[in-house]
């Protein structure tokens, strides 16, 4: 089992920036490809970046492409995304996800997730 427990979330002004980040703890962690999700009101949760453990490639959805980078820590088995340029749009409660299925966008390759962190863009 893998356990995830994101933090970072908060309010900001549009433009401004945030880090989230997401602990893990349970099985190593190298064996899994890591996400992030978001879920804003009335919409269904979405991709927003992964990375796998390995080698470290990257994926982002189109939307947060040139804002957001994702990276890890191997020795600290933690996953952070940066956040920067925020936009209203941005605004959902994002979660951290783990999964042995290397560079997935689909929520449901991605057996374990954490309980989720709000982050809230003001125009």
């Known amino acids: 089992q893998v356990q995830l427990v994101e933090s970072g979330g908060g309010l900001v002004q549009a433009g401004g920036s945030l880090r989230l980040s997401c602990a893990a703890s349970?099985?190593?962690?190298?064996?899994?490809?890591m996400g992030w999700f978001r879920q804003a009101p009335g919409k269904d949760r979405e991709f927003v970046a992964s990375?796998?453990?390995?080698?470290?490639?990257?994926y982002y959805t189109d939307s947060v492409k040139g804002r957001f980078t994702i990276s890890r820590d191997n020795a600290e088995n933690t996953v952070s995304l940066q956040m920067n340029s925020l936009k209203p749009e941005d605004t959902a409660v994002y979660y951290c996800?783990?999964?042995?299925?290397?560079?997935?966008?689909?929520?449901?390759?991605?057996?374990?997730w954490g309980q989720g962190t709000q982050v809230t863009v003001s125009s």
């Open positions: 990375i796998t453990w390995n080698d470290g490639r990257k």
């Open positions: 349970g099985r190593t962690l190298r064996i899994y490809n």
């Open positions: 996800a783990a999964g042995p299925v290397v560079a997935t966008m689909v929520s449901g390759q991605y057996p374990y």
